[in-house]
């Protein structure tokens, strides 16, 4: 089962300890309507973990993305585990609006989110 999510706006961001991805899908007057934030941590006594919050709902784990498939404006998110958060998906299909700006975040974040999860795919 997979769970299709489609936006307007990414941004890459890197804080002291994590590094995001920002999907957000906006209104006209440029309110967050819909969002998903992918973000990896990495603390110095553990592990990197990798985080999703969707609409302030937060799940994540070291083991939650098994696989990661970036294909033009499209990343297929495959969980090792369905996300019961979200209904029970396996996978979660996130799509945006193919700008320069978008491409940009993408290529700035993808693997430094991601990192050794994206396995197949081309940007």
Same mark, same amino acid.
């Given at each position: 089962?997979?769970?299709?999510?489609?936006?307007?706006?990414?941004?890459?961001?890197?804080?002291?300890?994590?590094?995001?991805?920002?999907?957000?899908?906006?209104?006209?007057?440029?309110?967050?309507?819909?969002?998903?934030?992918?973000?990896?941590?990495?603390?110095?006594?553990?592990?990197?973990?990798?985080?999703?919050?969707?609409?302030?709902?937060?799940?994540?784990?070291?083991?939650?993305?098994?696989?990661?498939?970036?294909?033009?404006?499209?990343?297929?998110?495959?969980?090792? #585990?369905?996300? =019961?958060?979200?209904?029970?998906?396996?996978?979660? @299909? +996130?799509?945006? /609006?193919? !700008?320069? #700006?978008?491409? =940009?975040?993408?290529?700035?974040?993808?693997?430094? @989110? +991601?990192?050794? /999860?994206? !396995?197949?795919?081309?940007?």
């Amino acid at each position: 089962m997979a769970g299709n999510r489609n936006y307007d706006t990414v941004a890459f961001d890197v804080r002291d300890n994590a590094t995001m991805l920002f999907f957000a899908r906006t209104t006209p007057e440029g309110d967050i309507a819909d969002y998903l934030l992918l973000m990896r941590t990495i603390e110095e006594d553990f592990d990197s973990s990798t985080y999703i919050e969707i609409n302030e709902q937060q799940f994540g784990g070291h083991n939650l993305i098994r696989e990661a498939v970036l294909v033009s404006n499209m990343l297929t998110l495959h969980l090792h #585990e369905p996300a =019961a958060e979200l209904g029970g998906v396996s996978e979660i @299909v +996130l799509t945006w /609006a193919d !700008t320069p #700006e978008n491409g =940009a975040s993408i290529e700035a974040g993808a693997f430094r @989110v +991601l990192g050794e /999860a994206i !396995t197949g795919g081309n940007a």
